[in-house]
Each structure stands twice: as structure tokens, then as C-alpha cells.
């Protein structure tokens, strides 16, 4: 167990800092900027993929130790050592999926290490964050036993930067396998009679950096053997992700492409050689401060650096449409997905806390973060299957906050939740008319309104972003192609930007909007300035001819 560090010394609840509070505060004296939208509801695009609302869990910080896993002698409530509170609070989310072990830590792990009685199990350096020694307390069973309860579908990244072939091979065989074999017959001997089912097989983790330092051929080669003896056994069918590209290198996704030759596409067909990789993933993380030492506080903030954050994090659309682009030469077919596997913010560490440890607050900043990056992925279903936010728990963007017994929904959190009903529904096109408006972010101009659509079940999801940090924002939603009934709205903001929840206040929570009409086709809602709102209708799409 990771021993418990200073994190008590976390920012204070919701005061912004003095040099926020002038520009940020006073929100409501701006005059209402106007924008006016088109849905078509009868334009059915790409399914949204439910692992687009994925997540990541590190041996990082108190990702694992103390957000997932408390041990089975905890004082908080757990299931065989796993904190209830998270899983609850996860599986209201519909969690899809969960990535693990890392992050650089997958490039460091040895999956027999963590197998066995706990008490015999060795001990390691956690090199990368933090420098502490892992006790291996938490290991492939009580992973498995994590997504079980979760009901998410398990991302296991393997080691190929430190692993061997041979170590990956026997890893999933270990997992996947039903009869005799040897690694069925270890698992079994741990206690674990069932082989689980793997869907989501990563070949390592950031191989130009971490997971390395290899340059593109290098590693295409490495991905082709690891893929090729990662096996599927019995049922269990690998959807093998090759690791892939920081931000906007899409040199490195070339290079996979070009390696994938005659594997392109190719289903996994067990036992005979012809497995490689189905899908490549990329990084993007919202990393604003001039240095990557003065990243920034993630609570202490001025308007204008607010809106670089926002441009930064808008940028995350131009990059996916990047890798698409080149993999559309590869692959007109889109057979090959994209994923990307780590998202989110990252900012400066909380005073006083590890700065191994990755932790920070999270405020209405994040929230429309979030909401941006969920309106690109949308636009982009056609490609982008997969994406993970870093990380669920205790890190960087997290999604829920533990200390001790408690537990904190932070305003990312919201968005996942308000978002949910996007999950495996249609995406519909919904376009501005006219001009957006917009504000100045540094060099560039910052357009502050943001959304996306979608329909499942004969119901409509419309997301709406005001990112404006002042001015209330009024939508109108010309409806094409269908009826609309019923609409129902809610609102995620708080007075400020820097507003965060923690144990004792919770200022960001979601409230219903009062402030949407509709009349002849016509959505209005008035968003608040910095705010996140969902908007759902029943809808029958009118007929051809009519
Ligand atoms: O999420 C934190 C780290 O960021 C991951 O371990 C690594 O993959 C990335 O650089």
C-alpha cells in the first residue's frame, strides 16, 4: 500500500484567489451574447461508441491506493478491499469500460508480481510517480474483481517496453484461458476457477517516451510481435490497440498505419500468426502554463488564462481529425479505430501535496473541458472508438475525489453523467447559422459556444456549452426533420469558474433550467455564463414527402 501522503493541504472549497475573483466575478452584469443552431433530426450520423466515455486507472498517486482499492480491512465500506462509494458512484456514470494497470506504469509491470497470496507477493520501485514501493496488493484478480462489480469492460495495457513476448502471451492466456493450460492452471490455483473475458488488449504505453524512448518503425515492429502472440482463447476475442502518438504527431500514426500492410484491418484469428494490432491510440492532455513546470493552478486562475485553457482544449477536435485523416488514406474503410487513451487536464500539483502524485482540484474549468472534448468525439464517431480520460480517481482530471471515508463528485464528474444517454446513440448534425461569438484567448479568437447531438430511442440528447466566463449566452435550436416534445433541460455552473466541490461544500451541482421555450420548431434556453447544459426531447421524425 502507497503510505498516505499530505493531500489533507488541498485547495480551500470555493473562494477564488484574489487576482481571479475581479475578472471572473461580476459574471451577471455582462449583456446575453445570442446564438441561433440547426438540428437535423432526421440526418442519422456515426454511432457514438460507449467506450468514448471511457476511463483510466493508474498505480498513480492515490489512484488505485485509496480511490479504488481500501483492502478488505478498511474502515470504508469495500467489497473484498474495493471501495464501494467508487464503484457506486461509477456505475451511475454506465462506466464503460476501465484502462489499467498505466500510463508509464504499464511499461514497469510485471503481471506475476501481482498474482498470489498478497502477502507473498514482491514488492517494486513505482519510478515514475512518486519513487514509492509498490506492495503489488493490487493485482490482475482484484482488477478483474474491480470491472466485475463495475460492470466495464477491462483495458489491460501490457508491457512492452520492459515485458517480454513471452510475459504478454502468458498474461492473457492466464486471463483468457478455459482447459488445462498452464497459465489456466496457475489462475485457477489463485483461486479463480472462470477465465474473464479481455476485450481491450493495449500494447504498451507512450513507446517514444516512457515506454521506451523508440522511434516509430521501432516500435510498429515490436507492436506486430506483441500483437502477433497475444493470442484469443476459447471466445475471447482481443481488439489490440498499438500505442501511439503525443498530440499532434501524425508522423507516428503514418508509421503504424503504413506497418499495419496487409494485417490492415484483418480480424484476430487465433493461433495462426496473423494477430497484430486493430486499433492505435494517441495522447492529448490541456497543458496551458508557458513551462511544464508553471502548468498552472488548477483552482487560481484569471479570465484570460480560462480561455487559453478553452482554445487549448477546442484544439483537441483539429488533432483527432489529423490522425483520421492520415488513417483515411490507409484506411478508407475505417476498419482500424482510433483511440484516444489518456485525456484531460493537467495542471500543477495542490500545495503541499506529492508532486509524484498528480493531484488536483477540479472546477467549473474542468467541467467545460470536458463538455468540448465530448462534442469533438461525437463529430468524430466515425473514427474514434475509444477514449479515457486520466484519470478516474485522485489524478489529474479526475471524476470522483476520495480522502479517508469521503467521497467527492467533481464537476467532470457531472458532465459524464449529464452526457450519459450519448452513449451508443446516433449522432445527428447540429451547426451554428451564422456568426458564434466569440473572445480573444491569447493570439487567437476563442469561439464560446460549443454542442452536440444525439438520439437513441426515440428521444433526443443536445449538449450546450456557454464557455463565455461573463456573459450569459441565448440559444436558439431551429429543429428540422422531426417533432419536438417535452423538452426538459438541466444545468451544470456555479458563480465562478474556480468554484469546486470538496467533503464539506459542493457549489458545482446540476439543476434543472427553467429558462427553455419552445415554439414552432424553436429550442431558446438561456445558459448561464460558464455553464454546461443537456437538453432532452421526445422527437418523431417526419416521414419523406411530408
Ligand atoms: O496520466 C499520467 C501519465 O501521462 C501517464 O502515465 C502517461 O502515459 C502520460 O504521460
Redesign the pocket.
Known amino acids: 500500500m502507497l503510505i498516505d501522503d499530505e493531500r489533507a493541504a488541498a485547495a480551500p472549497a470555493t473562494a477564488p484567489p484574489a487576482a481571479a475573483a475581479a475578472s471572473v466575478l461580476g459574471a451577471a452584469a455582462a449583456p446575453a451574447q445570442r446564438v441561433q443552431a440547426v438540428l437535423d433530426v432526421d440526418l442519422p450520423g456515426p454511432r457514438i461508441n460507449r467506450h468514448l466515455y471511457g476511463h483510466?486507472a493508474?498505480h498513480?498517486g492515490h489512484c488505485v491506493y485509496g480511490g479504488f482499492w481500501v483492502g478488505e480491512d478498511s474502515e470504508v465500506p469495500n467489497e473484498a478491499g474495493i471501495r464501494l462509494d467508487v464503484v457506486e458512484a461509477l456505475r451511475a456514470l454506465d462506466i464503460p469500460n476501465l484502462r489499467w494497470p498505466?500510463?508509464?506504469?504499464?511499461d514497469t509491470y510485471h503481471w506475476r508480481d501481482g498474482v498470489g497470496p498478497r502477502e507473498q507477493r514482491p514488492t517494486m520501485v513505482n519510478s515514475?510517480?512518486g519513487d514509492v514501493v509498490e506492495d503489488n496488493s493490487f493485482g490482475t484478480h482484484e482488477f478483474m474483481a474491480l470491472c466485475e462489480l463495475l460492470g466495464a469492460a477491462p483495458y489491460v495495457s501490457a508491457n512492452v517496453g520492459s515485458g517480454t513476448v513471452r510475459e504478454a502471451a502468458e498474461w492473457i492466456e492466464y486471463l483468457t484461458r478455459a482447459d488445462d493450460s498452464p497459465m489456466a492452471r496457475l489462475r485457477r490455483a489463485n483461486g479463480r476457477d472462470e477465465p474473464w473475458s479481455v476485450p481491450f488488449w493495449g500494447l504498451g504505453?507512450?513507446p517514444w517516451?516512457?515506454?521506451g524512448g523508440m522511434g516509430a518503425a521501432a516500435y510498429a515492429e515490436l507492436a506486430r510481435q506483441f500483437g502477433t502472440y497475444s493470442l484469443d482463447h476459447g471466445d475471447n476475442h482481443l481488439y489490440r490497440i498499438a500505442a501511439g502518438a503525443?498530440d499532434a504527431d501524425y508522423r507516428w500514426t503514418e508509421v503504424l498505419m503504413q506497418n499495419l500492410g496487409r494485417y490492415l484491418g484483418a480480424g484476430p484469428v487465433s493461433g495462426h500468426g496473423t494477430n497484430t494490432y486493430q486499433a492505435i491510440s494517441f495522447?492529448h492532455?490541456t497543458i496551458t502554463g508557458p513551462t511544464w513546470d508553471e502548468k498552472g493552478s488548477a483552482t487560481g486562475f484569471d479570465t484570460d488564462e480560462y480561455y487559453r485553457t478553452m482554445l487549448k482544449a477546442r484544439g483537441v477536435e483539429r488533432i483527432i481529425a489529423g490522425h483520421a485523416n492520415v488513417m483515411d488514406a490507409y484506411d478508407p474503410d475505417k476498419r482500424v479505430g482510433l483511440v484516444l487513451d489518456?485525456w484531460?487536464t493537467?495542471f500543477d500539483v495542490e500545495p503541499g501535496t506529492n508532486p509524484g502524485f498528480?493531484f488536483q482540484q477540479n472546477t467549473v474549468r474542468d467541467a467545460l473541458v470536458a463538455a468540448v472534448h465530448f462534442d469533438a468525439f461525437h463529430r468524430h464517431a466515425d473514427r474514434l472508438v475509444m477514449a479515457n480520460i486520466?484519470?478516474t480517481v485522485n489524478?489529474?482530471q479526475a471524476v470522483l475525489l476520495t480522502d479517508g471515508d469521503t467521497l467527492v463528485l467533481t464537476p467532470t464528474y457531472h458532465v459524464f453523467a449529464m452526457n450519459k444517454g450519448h452513449q451508443d446513440a446516433t449522432s445527428l448534425p447540429l451547426t451554428v447559422r451564422g456568426a458564434a461569438p466569440s473572445r480573444r484567448a491569447g493570439e487567437e479568437e476563442l469561439t464560446t459556444f460549443s454542442a452536440s447531438a444525439s438520439t437513441k430511442d426515440g428521444q433526443v440528447l443536445v449538449s450546450l456549452s456557454n464557455l463565455d466566463a461573463e456573459a450569459p449566452l441565448e440559444v436558439a435550436l431551429h429543429v428540422r426533420g422531426g417533432t419536438v416534445t417535452a423538452p426538459h433541460a438541466r444545468v451544470l455552473t456555479a458563480d465562478h469558474v474556480s468554484a469546486h466541490n470538496t467533503a464539506t461544500s459542493t457549489p458545482v451541482a446540476v439543476r434543472d433550467l427553467d429558462e427553455v421555450h419552445l415554439r414552432d420548431g424553436v429550442l431558446t434556453a438561456t445558459l448561464p455564463a460558464h455553464s454546461f447544459a443537456t437538453v432532452t426531447f421526445a422527437t418523431v421524425t417526419f416521414a419523406t414527402g411530408d
Open positions: 483510466f493508474e498513480l498505466g500510463g508509464c506504469f504499464a515514475h510517480w504505453n507512450e517516451g516512457c515506454g503525443a495522447h492532455y489518456e484531460g493537467w498528480l486520466a484519470q489524478v489529474l
